[in-house]
């Protein structure tokens, strides 16, 4: 069984800091997308950020020039680093893999657990 296990979440100020990792885990073979999505009470989870296995990278249109995902293939870990962040990146946010390949079963999509990020003075 695949997992993902997010860590990193908290309380920050405005124009802060914070750094979500997500490890994945369960005899993985292959991992084509990894990223990062949040959600906020009565709102539809949206995209915050992800990357494809080649490299490339997708954000969503709010943290566009403050958020920047990164990822390790060989540790099938992806993180995201979130700059000037404002009252409004409050949130749950959730790690996410797409066309997860294991040992025995190829997974369409997985989810993390959620973490929560808070930005408040």
């Known amino acids: 069984q695949v997992q993902l296990v997010e860590s990193g979440g908290g309380l920050v100020q405005p124009g802060g800091s914070l750094r979500l990792s997500c490890a994945a885990s369960?005899?993985?073979?292959?991992?084509?997308?990894m990223g990062w999505y949040r959600q906020v009470p009565g709102k539809e989870r949206e995209l915050v950020a992800a990357?494809?296995?080649?490299?490339?990278?997708n954000y969503g249109d709010s943290v566009k020039g403050r958020f920047i995902i990164s990822r390790d293939n060989a540790k099938n870990t992806v993180d995201l680093q979130m700059n000037s962040l404002k009252p409004e990146d409050t949130a749950v946010y959730y790690c996410?893999?797409?066309?997860?390949?294991?040992?025995?079963?190829?997974?369409?999509?997985?989810w993390g657990q959620g973490a929560l990020v808070t930005v408040s003075s």
């Open positions: 369960g005899s993985i073979l292959r991992l084509n997308n």
């Open positions: 990357t494809a296995s080649g490299g490339s990278t």
């Open positions: 996410n893999a797409k066309g997860v390949i294991t040992t025995r079963f190829v997974y369409r999509e997985v």
